[in-house]
């Protein structure tokens, strides 16, 4: 899996996370935002289970989840 920035529709900058089949190169949009800021991305090494962390840039937000499974 992999993440890049790109242009988007209509010149909006945004970032897009892709899988690609090593075996038949076969590539796959798993998630596609619009928007800046600094981002991470980390996948479990079975491979399923993708991490993707973003820090917006101007705003913030605090979200808390209990009982998560």
Same mark, same amino acid.
């Given at each position: 899996?992999?993440? &890049?920035?790109?242009? #988007?529709?209509?010149?909006?900058?945004?970032?897009?996370?892709? =899988? $690609?089949?090593?075996? &038949?190169? $076969?590539? &796959?949009?798993?998630?596609?935002? =619009?928007?800046? #800021?600094?981002?991470?991305?980390?996948? =479990?090494?079975? #491979?399923?289970?993708?991490?993707?962390?973003?820090?917006?840039? #101007?705003?913030?937000?605090?979200?808390?989840?209990?009982?998560?499974?």
């Amino acid at each position: 899996m992999y993440a &890049t920035y790109e242009k #988007g529709r209509g010149g909006v900058d945004g970032y897009v996370i892709r =899988s $690609r089949d090593l075996e &038949t190169g $076969r590539v &796959t949009e798993l998630f596609r935002k =619009s928007g800046g #800021g600094q981002w991470a991305l980390a996948v =479990s090494p079975d #491979g399923a289970w993708v991490l993707f962390g973003q820090a917006s840039v #101007g705003q913030s937000e605090l979200i808390l989840v209990e009982n998560f499974r």
